[in-house]
């Protein structure tokens, strides 16, 4: 089975070079997908200086469209989800996330940042608060299960695992070390970052009410995902 890494890129020009320096030449990964996102910075230029598949959206779609023009555009059944401002991603992480889907041990992988023993302890052995990790590894129709409306901007990490789960596929947390990525507030300014990240909160508290406790996505049919519109350099 071949491995496909997606990453869904929103102006990263600052990190973008060095995730895709070692994803390129991991001898795990088989093609690597940048999805720009309406980027305005050199996202784009920085992508096709490597040896990827780029795809230019020409409006920002949010990040879970911009995740699926990927996986609608990879050549693989293993999908490997990196966010484009990590730093530190390293051989070693790729391996502890994408060798136990391609080995059949899990279907999901999910590649979570080590907080320390008891914060880790209770966040996946307690399940305190949901695990949102961007960084994970899937068997394609583990993403392919998520209803389109569900797959729409931060709603995507939610959903996956909620799908997952209820459809009884094997889902794993794997705790990774020494692994960090910028914060909004860092990219935008204290404001905007907040403002930002107050947006992205509401919006995964709203989805987490509607998956597990109003499950809307029983009864309502669910609507074909917008196809927005990009540029695609080979
Ligand atoms: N903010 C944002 N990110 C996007 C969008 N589309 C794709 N992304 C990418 O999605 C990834 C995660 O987005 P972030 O905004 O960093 O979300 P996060 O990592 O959960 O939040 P932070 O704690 O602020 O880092 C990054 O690689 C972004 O470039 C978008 O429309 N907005
Ligand atoms: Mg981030």
Redesign the pocket.
Known sequence: MGTTAI??????EKTLGDVLSVLTRSPLIDEVIVVS?GSTDRTVEIARAFDVKTIALRE?A??GY?MRIGVDNAANDVLFFV???MYNVSDEHIATLVLPVVEDECDMNIGVRNRGEILNFLHLKMQCGPV?S?IRVMRREVFEMVPAPYQA??KIEAALNCFCSRSGYRQRHTVIHNLN????ESKRGLFDGLV??GA?MREVFLVLLDLHVFETWRTTPTDEAPVPEYDLFE
């Open positions: 990453i869904a890129a929103y102006n990263e996102d920002n949010g990040k911009a966010d484009g401002d949102l961007g901007r931060y990525h910028v914060i909004k930002s990240r992205m």
